[in-house]
């Protein structure tokens, strides 16, 4: 998959593209329906594929103050569109001058003059542009001017709603990891790098890797999960997660802190980047009378991820599988960073 992040060094494909627009976050089976579409009209016609999205979440510009916590950063959101066999990601850099672009430069810069395009898919209540003047009526105007098509798709519907990244920041604020990974198609992900802690964990025997997550990322409630934790090497390990305060040791005043416990695994990890998905919602988290209560606790914990994880592993090389639309996982090197 072709990367582009700077506008003036754009494809231009020769045979045109099929192309969407929009954030991505959390690349879920409602962007996939419209990744589908589009890459179902783009070989009907000859043409490439497209995505033209936004970095960093225009909301983070124009309402930084109720802009939402991402589902997945920039490298993920490309690993996965590079799993849905799109050719060409146009990443555009949002700022203050970016919002105020009119719909019609965007459309004549971006969709025309960078990507050639012969068909636009969105969905059919889409906005773009300075004052969200860009809507479908819009683009089919404008398409009818520059030569492509425009198709308006509605919001795909699972599980009883609508698919949409904010269901899915709803359902992970409520600690449903479950049905987070039903409408993402795949468990949902947070990555960050090994950080050293205070080593209380290890000192009670259940050592846990702090993994410390960038501020802008979507955490599920807080609680205690099993997942899995993924190492650099793509290797993964079976995980009892805490996510909190701690509030045993803090009585919930101290930092939030993810922390999974590898199970059957040692070694040193600090300083590592880590992937952590969560598969599976255990209990929340609690203060207990003694701390004997709470290591006993811990050790239910361990044994009830362990056979949930066990249950769960079907499958390629015990990759863990959930319940919902098939998922594979994306692979990094199928994608490279252009100029």
Request: proline share 6%; charged share 25%.
């Amino acid at each position: 998959m072709d990367v582009v992040t700077d506008p003036a060094r754009c494809p231009s494909p020769a045979n045109g593209t099929v192309v969407t627009i929009g954030v991505y976050d959390g690349v879920h089976l409602g962007h996939r329906a419209v990744l589908a579409e589009v890459r179902d009209l783009a070989d009907k016609r000859g043409c490439d594929t497209a995505v033209v999205t936004f970095e960093p979440h225009p909301a983070r510009v124009v309402r930084p103050a109720s802009a939402p916590l991402l589902l997945t950063d920039l490298d993920q959101k490309l690993e996965l569109l590079a799993a849905c066999q799109v050719d060409h990601v146009v990443v555009i850099g949002f700022d203050e001058a970016r919002s105020r672009q009119s719909a019609a430069d965007f459309v004549a810069e971006t969709l025309v003059g960078c990507l050639h395009a012969r068909a636009v898919v969105v969905g059919h209540d889409f906005h773009f542009g300075h004052r969200r003047e860009g809507t479908v009526p819009f683009l089919v105007e404008q398409g009818g001017r520059h030569g492509f098509d425009v198709l308006g798709l509605s919001i795909k519907a699972e599980a009883g709603g609508a698919v949409s990244s904010t269901r899915i920041r709803s359902l992970l604020a409520a600690g449903d990891v479950e049905g987070a990974a039903v409408l993402l198609g795949r468990p949902h992900e947070v990555r960050g790098v090994v950080a050293h802690g205070d080593g209380r964990g290890k000192e009670w025997g259940f050592p846990t890797a702090n993994v410390a997550v960038p501020a802008d990322i979507c955490l599920p409630a807080d609680g205690v999960y099993a997942g899995w934790y993924v190492h650099p090497d793509g290797t993964q390990t079976p995980a009892a997660i805490s996510l909190g305060r701690r509030p045993q040791v803090y009585e919930d005043r101290g930092e939030r802190l993810l922390e999974p416990h590898l199970l059957d695994w040692d070694g040193d990890l600090y300083d590592q980047a880590a992937k952590v998905r969560f598969t599976h919602h255990l209990r929340a988290q609690e203060r207990f009378p003694e701390v004997e209560d709470l290591l006993a606790q811990i050790g239910r914990d361990i044994e009830a991820a362990r056979r949930l994880l066990q249950a769960s592993l079907a499958g390629r090389s015990g990759e863990p599988q959930i319940a919902g639309p098939a998922w594979r996982a994306p692979d990094p090197d199928a994608w490279r960073l252009g100029p």
